[in-house]
């Protein structure tokens, strides 16, 4: 245990070490000349202004949240909640941090060498991909190696009805599950607020800018002219980068902790028929050598995380120092199957070690492949080099109306290949190793999270700095390189959104099964409860459930799109104001007040954040507590089963929509200014919050509320007041 | 027996008298000047044409299902199967002829007075509803009565292994029940057919007039020198009055169906503990004294119809007769309270008169009082007298993009009361009397379907006489009179469709839960199955169904949309090709050709309804073979969900796009021609396949898929080959 664990904390640091070298490294850059350092100044102060006025509101809510833990367990649990949260905020503040400086940087790269600036923006969002991974794993290690009583195995076992004194309380419960639970709810519910807040923040800008912009004056995007135009660029930072790296270190922290979680309950059933059954599938037939090797059993997933985090750093060295070739979209895409490759080296490394057979990596490989082809198929879909976009593209012709119904079609459609890769997985992945290995499966497509990140948010610092040249107003040469910049590595970004919406499937699923698990009250057997759709037992409180869960995330959705409309409706009154206000603003002569758009948007995405995320909490917590469990465990059902749909529909729809756009606007279809680019802009502005807060918001939301009610299953009748 | 149905067949008898005095009614009124009569014809022949085109695709595929019925269980199925779908058939044909003989009568009487006019529209809209309802009914009897054999209760039992010899066809098999739920599986293909090609057609056809129309040309809706106006009109009475039709026959025979397949399996059951505690709910203590009753239990809900018949046939009569009162809304709005009151007394009536308490009473009136309430929801959502879409005409001032997504959101948001009113319901009936109560809240629902069939089909006659009008040149005054005609009955329009929605999600849970207990495969213990999630018998596929269930849906009706706005740019390159060759035509001195409008969209209607509707039918079927009976269970389940969700969804996100931008029309926030009424023409145009299209055929989609499951149960494996 002390080896495992020592070894992985090392890398985890290692990791940490690099992200603070690749934040140095970045500052010593050059950040070009005095305009571009004010607008930089400006993003800067913008982006940090937001995220601490979010960190603010979080705070609270957190220190709460960590009471009620204490009060009602342990303050170990407490403290493990806390832990989880700090890590994931702290993740969201280093990317921006590190996207921020590097934005200018990378403009003023460029007028130098095109690899140059692509090292400079590589390193500013390596920091935050390398930081997720680092954190996550630092963090994880520290709560087992601080709680390493509870995770003793002598200690771990069920305990029953002696938690407090609430009657019915009979669940499965294990307090070493409890405590990395407790982590992973921490991490989640900041990276819920992060992705909500900044999600509402930077599609307001966006829209904003857009719809006066654009639309009505018919200036371009990023035209200094415009008051929002650094709204626009700190909603890139603070959405793109921060919101990213809190949802990407809660989508690998749950990957994992549904792992352990599982693993536990296996260990403690281990003298059930059922679960012997199941520890065969891994190659463990004698009892006694599976109690020796508990330790393995529990830490094998973190032992893979950390081989992970080598294997991502080595790809990042690869990126910034190979030379071999000028073809930078491949070196991108070569780091990344290095990466890959590497990765399910050191994990067969250390299934080698184990003293189990291969389908735990098998499992973990399975989902990566899985996780590769979801992502393939949002690329197809999505870009406008295959037919489903350029189809797209080629129906915004037809106008606004035609195109919005057409980007709907496609993302709906995409649904077909991506819920048949995820179901064939599952089935297949349960075959092997039954639940565990779905878990398994999750964990695998985030394994390298540390390179995913890395490409996913190198992706805004480029947008970032093509706004800068414009804002700045430098050679349109800059800019057109700062755009080659942004658009190599979106292959590489698509595949990572598959491994976010794959990976929060199945670990929701490992999350649910955890809960149903805890949750089913019979401390011997600890197999998996069915849960009949209507019984005489549960009424028809499961079927009254699954349509309630399913329901919660469309109205969810709708509260997150509403809270982009609105703030950009605020925001398009405030633009028109100052343009009307300030008529030398439209000739150049005046500066826009940039500060007040940025501290609208800010104060309303903020104010708008806090009622959707607070019902990830409360909303299970209520349902648990006056309809218990069992109509607890279809809400989360139907929860999932709608999240996952609407999550790849948003995702796909917004991304066709935004790509036929770009389509046209390279010269298709009358290109630029015509009609079909007209239809276009509609139909991107219809598709950004889809893809950009409400489908990434999703993928959180369904974890946080499995975990969650996993936190307080102990609390939950099984029956409600009025069937008894 | 032989009493109850009788006088329940004599009721269906007098039901199709009158719908053929309804007709005759009609024709001899006076159907206008010359140009009426000859755009009257128009819309006649091409209506009749397309439906006659839809009916030969639908005998095809009929034949062949009922042939392989044949085969594959007993001859009574196929013989039930078609009667069914020859009915649902005979609906939509009735409905449209009665409804294109309205329409020029219609915008005649108007001239003289709007209360000979409701009168006109009324009877013609009523032929329909009554039709549905007796058709169903004398139906249902005659399949009984012809099969009675097979419904003696010395005959009803399960049938284990001796269907035929394939091996694991170990399921609860009645006879009699696949009686009923072919006749059930008929008349919903019929009607997924005639929804969806309608859908298409007269959504693409509006689509395209629209486009052309409005958009490009700005000349005003229904203007003559428009090619598509007959079109877009033949497509009122095809979609909506003959698809509608035959959609509520379906939902009215599924919703009664339910009750009855579930009453059989209950009288299988009866020595069951479980189903014995389930009786006393229902007031029978004795199992003497419920077998003597069999009949009463089994054809009760016909009895409940019944009345519901004479209920709404009283009530068309009041609504004709009625001169207290001018106000019309006010007319219609009594003749729905009287019809509810009516079938609520009659029902009462039977009940005391059958050997039960009241509880299949109460579920009926369960049913009943949920159904107005989602139709109040719905309307509170989608009427501009609300709030929700108020705020959505205000919001569409800042262009079309923030249109879309507001009124996306105000669809999402809707659903939140809705599924709370579904899913306390499910929990009341299910504490009430277990499935079958939900069952009978299903069926409560529709119970006076007749009187709803006549509201909601009677809109579509008036919007057609408004059409007429204008086509023919007659005085502005006719139009505004017919369109004040078409806005009278709204509101129970709108509960008419909260009914749809309800009676679907109930009649299909009652299906389900019949499939689910007929491959239960225990004939001793009819009980139903517990359908784990994940565990060591089925794998994950159960989860994987869900999901492949849920994806579906979304696939389904990206199809549908894809349809429409193909079949919409087919049509759109025509109307140009005729403006362009033909000069004249936009100075008003050429005639379009209309016909070739018309049979564009009749052949690209038919061809595309052709393989969504087949999915529903043969998709089942795969996965139920090749997967197994689990695996089916998730993926139905999934389905219902999903298909719930997106039918609300659709259905109010497209009602309020639609009524606020009739708001901004009145002069709202600009009035016509201002930007608000150009975003509003845009949602409009993106909410109108939604709603119109895809809506109410995922209502019919998910029973078809229960009922075809419920059909073919025997013939999937318990587990799939590459699990045995």
Known sequence: MTVILAASGLVAVAALFWSAYGTYYVMRRDPGDERMRRIQGFIREGAWAFMLAEAKVMAVTLLIIGAVLWALFYWEVAVAFWVGSGLSMAAGFIGMNAATLANARTTHAVRRSLREALTVAFTGGSVMGIAVAGLATAGLVFVIWLFRREFDPSVVQIVTKTVFGIPGADVNFIKAALIVSAYSAGASLVALFDRVGGGIYTKAADMAADLVGKVELKIPEDDPRNPATIADNVGDNVGDVGGLGADLLESFVSSIIAVIVIALYVYVGRLNQDIQTLLAKYGITDLAIFEQNYWWFVLLPILYVAGGIVASLLAVMYIRYSRRTKDMQRILMNGFTLAAVLTAGFAALATALSPFNFIPFISLLLGIVSGVLIGFIS??????????????????????????????????????????????????????????????????????????????????????????????????????????????????????????????????????????????????????????????????????????????????????????????????????????????????????????????????????????????????????????????????????????????????????????????????????????????????????????????????????????????????????????
Chains 1, 2 share one sequence.
């Open 379 to 724: 690329e197809y879909y999505t870009s406008a080099r295959y037919r489903p976009t350029r189809e797209l593209a080629r129906m915004y012709q037809s106008g606004p109306a035609v195109g919005v119904t057409e980007g709907m079609a496609v993302g709906m459609s995409s649904s077909l290949l991506v819920c048949l890769v995820l179901g064939i997985a599952i089935v297949v992945a349960y075959q092997l190793g039954g639940l565990l290995a779905v878990a398994y499966a999750g964990m695998g497509m985030l394994t390298f999270v540390g390179i995913m990140v890395s490409m996913d948010s190198y992706g805004p610092i480029g947008d970032n700095a093509a706004g800068i040249a414009t804002m700045a107003k430098l050679d349109p040469h800059v800019r057109e390189q700062c755009d080659v910049l942004d658009s190599i590595g979106n292959t590489t970004a698509a595949i990572g959104k598959g491994f976010a919406i794959g990976s929060a499937a199945f670990a929701a699923i490992g999350l649910i099964a955890a809960y149903l698990w805890s949750a089913a009250g019979r401390a011997t057997e600890v197999h998996l409860p069915n849960v009949p759709l209507v019984s005489p037992e549960v009424g028809g409180l499961v079927m009254a459930g699954l349509i309630t869960g399913a329901m919660l995330t469309y109205v969810f959705s709708a509260m997150l799109i509403r809270a982009v409309s609105r703030t950009a409706d605020v925001m398009v009154q405030e633009i028109r104001r100052q343009f009307r206000e300030n008529p030398k603003l439209m000739s150049g002569e005046g500066t826009p007040d940039y500060r007040r758009c940025i501290t609208i948007t800010a104060h309303n995405g903020v104010r708008r954040m806090i009622v959707p995320s607070l019902l990830a909490v409360v909303l299970p917590l209520f349902i648990g507590l006056v309809f218990g469990r069992y109509t607890l465990a279809g809400f989360l059902v139907g929860a999932l089963l709608s999240a996952i749909m609407l999550a790849i529909f948003c995702g796909n729809a917004g991304g066709a929509m935004d790509n036929a756009k770009k389509y046209v606007e390279e010269g298709h279809f009358g290109g630029k200014g015509s009609e079909a680019h007209a239809a276009g802009v509609v139909a991107d502005t219809v598709g950004d919050p889809l893809k950009d807060t409400v489908g990434p918001s999703l993928d959180i939301l369904i974890k946080l509320m499995s975990v969650i009610s996993l936190l307080f299953a102990s609390l939950f009748p099984v029956q409600p007041w009025f069937l008894r």
